[in-house]
C-alpha cells in the first residue's frame, strides 16, 4: 500500500527549533509537498521538494531522502503563530498518479 | 485576488434533506477537488476534476456528488445527507496535476 506517516503531536517552546518527520511506504512518486493549517482554517502550500536534498524558505525548510524513504520539515526561531497542523503530502508515480497522498498531520503547539 | 471560494461557510441540516456546498475559483485552474476533514483522519479526498466534464471518484466518494459543467465551479452535492457526512469540507484547485493546491477557506457542515 501507500502511506505517509507523521508523529500526531509535537510541542516546543518560542525560539527552538522543531523538526517533523515524514516517512513514507510508496513505490515512487514525483515530489513531496508541505502544507501548513491552522486552527480553522485553510491548508495553505509551504514547499515542495522535487529532489532530495534541502530546500529553504526563510525559517522554513524542507529535506527530502528518497534512499531512506524520508523527509522532514524544519521550522526554526519557532513563533507562537507557529503553532498550527503541518501535513507531508506525494503524488504517486504509478497506479493513479492523478491525486495526492496525505499524511494524517502533526499538531505543533508552540509555548512561550 | 486569486481566489477559491465555497458557500455557504457553516451549514446546519437534517437527514435526508439535499444539499449543494458551492465552489468557484478565478485562477482558471483545470484541476479541482472536494476534501473532507474529521479529527484523527487527516484530509481525504472525496472527487476531483481534471477539467470540465471530467470527473472521478477519491478516496471516500460514498454519498456525494460532483459536477463540472464550467471551469470555475465545482459544486459538492449531497443529495440525502446523512449525520456520518457531518465534517469540514474543502474545495482545492491547482494549475494542473502536481501542481500547488490552493484552498477554499471550508465549510462546516452538521447533519443532524
Known amino acids: 500500500g501507500q502511506s505517509l506517516e507523521q508523529p500526531s503531536e509535537v510541542t516546543a517552546v518560542e525560539g527552538a527549533i522543531v523538526q517533523i518527520n515524514c516517512t513514507y511506504q510508496?513505490?515512487?512518486?514525483?515530489?513531496l509537498s508541505w502544507y501548513q493549517q491552522h486552527d480553522g482554517g485553510a491548508p495553505t502550500f509551504l514547499s515542495y521538494?522535487?529532489l532530495d536534498g534541502l530546500e529553504e524558505t526563510g525559517r522554513f525548510s524542507s529535506f527530502l531522502s528518497r534512499s531512506d524513504s524520508y523527509g522532514y520539515l524544519l521550522l526554526q526561531e519557532l513563533q507562537m503563530k507557529d503553532s498550527a497542523s503541518y501535513f507531508c503530502?506525494?503524488?504517486?508515480?504509478?497506479?493513479?498518479?492523478?491525486?495526492?497522498?496525505w499524511g494524517l498531520g502533526t499538531s505543533l503547539a508552540v509555548n512561550p | 485576488e486569486a481566489q477559491v471560494t465555497q458557500n455557504p461557510r457553516y451549514l446546519i441540516t437534517v437527514t435526508g434533506k439535499k444539499l449543494t456546498v458551492t465552489c468557484s475559483q478565478n485562477?482558471?485552474?483545470?484541476?479541482m477537488s472536494w476534501y473532507r476533514q474529521d479529527p484523527g483522519l487527516g484530509l481525504r479526498q472525496i472527487y476531483y476534476?481534471?477539467?470540465?466534464?471530467?470527473?472521478d471518484k477519491g478516496d471516500v466518494p460514498e454519498g456525494y456528488k460532483v459536477s463540472r459543467k464550467e471551469k470555475r465551479n465545482f459544486p459538492l452535492i449531497l443529495e440525502s445527507p446523512s449525520p456520518n457526512q457531518t465534517s469540514l469540507y474543502f474545495c482545492?484547485?491547482?494549475?494542473?496535476?502536481?501542481?500547488?493546491?490552493?484552498f477554499g477557506p471550508g465549510t462546516r457542515l452538521l447533519v443532524l
Open positions: 485562477m482558471n485552474h483545470e484541476y
Open positions: 482545492a484547485t491547482q494549475r494542473g496535476v502536481g501542481e500547488t493546491q490552493y
Open positions: 510508496t513505490s515512487g512518486f514525483y515530489g
Open positions: 503530502a506525494v503524488r504517486p508515480n504509478a497506479g493513479n498518479n492523478r491525486k495526492l497522498i
Open positions: 476534476s481534471m477539467n470540465v466534464e471530467v470527473t
Open positions: 521538494n522535487a
